[in-house]
Nanobody
Framework: QVHLQESGGGSVQAGGSLRLSCEGS????MGWSREVPGKEVEPLAI?????EPIYADSVKGRFSISRDNDILYLQMNDLQSNDTAVYYC??????????????????WGQGISVTVSS
């Protein structure tokens, strides 16, 4: 079984920073998504060894994804109110190109809440 566990969420004022962590089995394609109430899940960042990470335009230049020792990180800087969401660690044993074809990731964490106040 694959169990992904996010940590590091919480409340922060606008302009602040948080770093999310995801502990669990390492997979080929990993990343972060978020869900805003009433909106579709938004993929934020994807990382695969040997390739440059890719980012959604909404977080490009502010968020940074990395992984080390089977831990996946999301460094979030200059947080804004519209970053408020539940953040999910996502992982898949397939290469990211195949994940794109499938349409979604195999494994999801339970999610962790991030609240940004103005």
């Amino acid at each position: 079984q694959v169990h992904l566990q996010e940590s590091g969420g919480g409340s922060v004022q606008a302009g602040g920073s948080l770093r999310l962590s995801c502990e669990g089995s390492r997979h080929t394609c990993m990343g972060w998504s978020r869900e805003v109430p009433g909106k579709e899940v938004e993929p934020l960042a994807i990382i695969e060894e040997g390739y440059e990470p890719i980012y959604a335009d909404s977080v490009k230049g502010r968020f940074s994804i990395s992984r080390d020792n089977d831990i996946l990180y999301l460094q979030m800087n200059d947080l804004q109110s519209n970053d408020t969401a539940v953040y999910y660690c996502i992982a898949d044993s397939d290469p990211c190109t195949v994940v794109g074809k499938k349409g979604r990731f195999e494994h999801w964490g339970q999610g962790i809440s991030v609240t940004v106040s103005s």
